[in-house]
């Protein structure tokens, strides 16, 4: 279990209401409520959770039972029923006081009144109550056709009226329950599956719901619902007795129900609402009611999430453990299988490996052996229940972690190095924690989470999905969608060392200091210990050290500038580790957040990575020929054009006017589709405005030729703000006689392409009439988001001495905003500074852009220049 920064006790002394003699005046009622919901809120400084949210329920069993009363209900033909959580005796601050109205028949006029003004009276004290008024007959006849009613009546409670209509009704649910046991529990399995879609079928959310995310609170009751229906139990402890559940499982539940009922019951006081979801918003004040005391309030998030994170794993096992056991040890097979033997202590039966034997997993070498027998074996798809037990139960009494065995650590290898070690194997032995028992700095990583937007899982989970990227590398069937990382990873003579990279790469996220350094100290270390060869050692440790250094590289550094490529390939060193580097870095960034990747960013990559090989391929000089690049392109756009029915005078002519700088730039397909439309317009009709994908890269490129005229880009990028759309990459490049050629890569805020014929043309048009001065540039209205609110970025502005006397570059940090690059449009038009080129990226809620500027006379910043750009920045960017 997470650690307990609370201390816990009964409360000091149970709460004793003094009700009112008669229903009026309402506030005397209200008043009791009021005092009980402080005197709760003071309790849960250090009560124990459990006793609070009984204790919640009784003091509101004890309302409803006073007024009840005082209502004159006739309790020889009325029930007050709850159902629901509170008909499991738990309330929490803000949540429902679901009541069913049990009746023997239909109810006359003034008996309907008399509910009517019951409930209203209820409201009137503010509290959410939801109810319902139906017969014995009709309660079955709903809960036949809504498995949600069925659902709630598993776990009613009499409040008050009538115990023989309740008894009635148990007599109903106990022996003419209209579900059976299967199809309840089908029924609910696939209510559990269609929540989970919810939540993309992962517990590490950004802002997870407490209730309904996977491993939440529903996750718990669903196994305990369906487990009730079948046994008919009353209560969870019971199905200890019918041997569904362990003592000690019994006892893990019920530690992560409190845990999770004390979270949930923080965020109702933070949010002082009915709030399931662990919003960005309430997650600092959550922190502090439960005791994660830090200075810093972004640490104590930190180690409250990685504590929540570490429960939900728990409860995930748990609730696929219990509902499989459920379906094959309680339910019965639907046919009998004969286990077929894979070696002395596992078998198949079906599809799923079984113990067989009890005392499987008690040599820890057998817990290793037991995943590399289902690497060894693809027809295996799944464990069987009985045996999740065992090893949960192995796990459990383990009194080292395994890589100190000798016989564990060559299993180990032999899986890692198995052709499908990263399949079914690896993800099994991540989600039964068997790497964090493997792996001690591994168990560092669980649950740890960033209290930022751009990391949208915690380390262990990002971990294993880029391995589980890298894994669709080295598959064939997977070679069409990664073309250049597959062709690179099935031809690796030991892609164990690119895997072994990828677990150590974040590994010491956590600890202070530079992860990537710290992570680099641990690949060595494992090598040494599992007796890697010198030359895999290196290259793993050197991949760990520098895994960002492509990503950064591609995004953040104008990778058309030889000199960028030169020092990239110098840090490279060898194709060997290039090839390396690219397939960790596509793996990586792809695992991070689902939102991060898009072909654009693949273009880059790919394009990095081809400039580079081809550097590195000449021995003599570490760039690669500019010349010859711009002469390549010119031919292959002449032949498109030449095929399109251009004359070659036509188009010399016309390329006379550009620079080498713009056919260095942009490829023949761009150049092509540039000359041909700028060969046809004709001057009056001026802007020329394309919007189309030439690459095919998966983004919309957005192209426009006009006469040169100031801060042309400050105008564009306004339009774009105005139309929801975000710069990713920006070329600003003039004609040798007074025209500019400025190049665009936009998406949409979801971060596809412009794909609609006719918002493409509502783009177009806006931008044709602002610069023709027919619209004015319009201005930024929308506000910061409400999740972008809950973060502090500091803005930053750092110029990087490059050999170049023309041009000055800056890279800049700020927190991304809506308006952002019009507002730096602006800054550089007010100092009269030109912009050259952009690289927007956007890591989370930060911007980290790069931008290319020179001054008015075409020169780079001076010392001054510099200093006022950076202030002028600085301050446009702080006054919110």
């Not at 799923?352 to 798809?381: G, K, V, Y």
């Not at 060595?524 to 950064?552: N, Q, Y």
């Not at 290039?578 to 957040?593: E, K, M, Q, S």
Request: hydrophobic letters at 40%; a negative charge.
């Amino acid at each position: 279990m997470p650690h307990k920064p609370y201390v816990t006790s009964r409360p000091e002394a149970p709460y004793t209401p003094k009700w009112p003699a008669q229903i009026e005046p309402v506030t005397a009622w209200r008043q009791q409520v009021q005092c009980y919901n402080e005197w709760s809120v003071n309790q849960f400084i250090s009560a124990d959770i459990d006793t609070l949210v009984a204790n919640r329920a009784e003091f509101f069993d004890s309302l409803l039972q006073e007024l009840w009363l005082q209502f004159k209900f006739p309790s020889e033909n009325y029930a007050l029923l709850a159902v629901g959580g509170y008909g499991r005796g738990a309330l929490h601050p803000e949540s429902d006081i679901d009541l069913l109205f049990l009746v023997e028949g239909p109810l006359p006029t003034r008996q309907q009144e008399r509910i009517s003004q019951f409930i209203t009276l209820l409201w009137d004290l503010r509290l959410q109550v939801g109810h319902s008024v139906r017969t014995v007959a009709e309660c079955m006849e709903q809960a036949e056709s809504d498995i949600t009613v069925a659902t709630s009546l598993i776990e009613h409670r009499l409040v008050a009226g009538s115990e023989e209509l309740t008894e009635l009704l148990e007599q109903q649910i106990n022996f003419h329950f209209p579900w059976s046991s299967r199809a309840f529990y089908q029924a609910k399995k696939s209510e559990q599956n269609a929540r989970h879609r919810q939540f993309h079928g992962t517990a590490y959310n950004l802002e997870p719901n407490i209730k309904s995310s996977p491993g939440g609170l529903r996750d718990i009751q669903t196994i305990s619902w369906i487990a009730k229906q079948h046994f008919h139990a009353k209560s969870d402890e019971s199905l200890v007795e019918y041997n569904y559940i362990t003592a000690d499982e019994f006892v893990e539940l019920k530690e992560c129900t409190s845990f999770l009922w004390r979270i949930r019951f923080a965020l109702h006081l933070s949010a002082q609402k009915s709030e399931d979801r662990l919003l960005f918003d309430y997650q600092p004040d959550v922190a502090k009611l439960l005791g994660y005391n830090h200075e810093n309030s972004k640490v104590a998030v930190e180690q409250m999430m990685k504590d929540y994170f570490k429960v939900v794993l728990r409860v995930g096992e748990l609730n696929r453990m219990l509902l499989q056991f459920f379906e094959q040890a309680i339910l019965g097979p639907m046919k009998l299988l004969n286990p077929q033997p894979l070696d002395d202590d596992f078998a198949l039966i079906g599809n799923q490996i079984m113990a067989r034997s009890d005392n499987a997993f008690n040599d820890p070498t057998c817990i290793m052996r037991f995943f590399w027998l289902i690497a060894e074996h693809p027809e295996i798809e799944g464990v069987h229940s009985h045996t999740i037990r065992l090893l949960r139960n192995a796990r459990r009494e383990l009194e080292q972690p395994l890589i100190n065995e000798a016989a564990c650590r060559e299993c180990f290898l032999e899986i890692i190095r198995h052709p499908r070690g990263f399949g079914l194997a690896f993800e099994l032995m991540h989600r039964f924690s068997i790497m964090a028992h493997y792996l001690p700095a591994w168990n560092n990583i669980v649950g740890q989470m960033q209290f930022d937007l751009f990391h949208a899982y915690t380390v262990d989970e990002h971990t294993y999905r880029l391995l589980c990227n890298l894994y669709q590398f080295t598959l064939p069937e997977e070679s069409e969608h990664y073309p250049l990382a597959s062709e690179i990873v099935q031809d690796m003579q030991a892609p164990e060392w690119l895997f072994l990279a990828g677990i150590f790469h974040d590994i010491a996220k956590g600890r202070g200091g530079d992860h990537s350094e710290l992570g680099a100290v641990d690949a060595r270390e494992f090598a040494a210990l599992h007796k890697l060869p010198e030359e895999g050692a290196e290259l793993i440790a050197w991949l760990v050290e520098k895994h960002l250094l492509m990503s950064v590289t591609a995004q953040k550094r104008d990778i058309y500038d030889p000199e960028v490529i030169g020092k990239f390939a110098s840090e490279c060193g060898t194709i060997q580790r290039l090839n390396y580097l690219y397939c960790l870095t596509v793996a990586d960034i792809r695992a991070t957040n689902s939102n991060l990747w898009n072909n654009w960013k693949a273009t880059l990559l790919e394009e990095l990575y081809r400039a580079t090989y081809e550097s590195l391929q000449q021995h003599d000089k570490k760039t690669f020929d500019v010349r010859e690049r711009v002469q390549n392109n010119r031919q292959l756009a002449m032949g498109y054009l030449l095929s399109a029915g251009f004359e070659v005078e036509q188009i010399n002519q016309l390329w006379g006017r550009f620079t080498a700088d713009y056919f260095f730039r942009h490829t023949p397909e761009q150049i092509a589709w540039h000359s041909q439309n700028i060969m046809h317009v004709q001057e009056h009709q001026l802007p020329l405005v394309l919007i189309g994908d030439e690459n095919n890269n998966g983004t919309t490129e957005l192209f426009i030729y006009h006469h040169e005229e100031s801060h042309l880009f400050a105008k564009v990028a306004a339009v774009l703000d105005s139309e929801q759309l975000s710069i990713h990459d920006a070329q600003i490049l003039n004609t040798r006689d007074g025209y500019v050629m400025d190049t665009f890569i936009v998406l949409q805020r979801d971060g596809l392409p412009l794909a609609d014929a006719q918002r493409i043309e509502e783009v177009h048009q806006h931008l044709h009439d602002v610069l023709r001065k027919r619209r004015p540039v319009p201005s930024s209205q929308r506000s910061i988001s409400r999740r972008l609110r809950n973060f502090k970025v500091r803005t930053r502005v750092k110029f990087i001495n490059l050999k170049n006397a023309r041009r000055s570059t800056f890279e800049l940090i700020t927190l991304d905003r809506p308006g952002l690059i019009a507002r730096l449009a602006a800054v550089f038009q007010q100092l009269d500074i030109n912009l050259m080129a952009a690289k927007i990226t956007t890591v989370g809620e930060q911007a980290e852009d790069l931008f290319i500027v020179a001054s008015n006379n075409q020169e780079a910043l001076t010392e001054s220049e510099r200093e006022a750009l950076k202030t002028a920045i600085i301050t446009a960017l702080t006054d919110e």
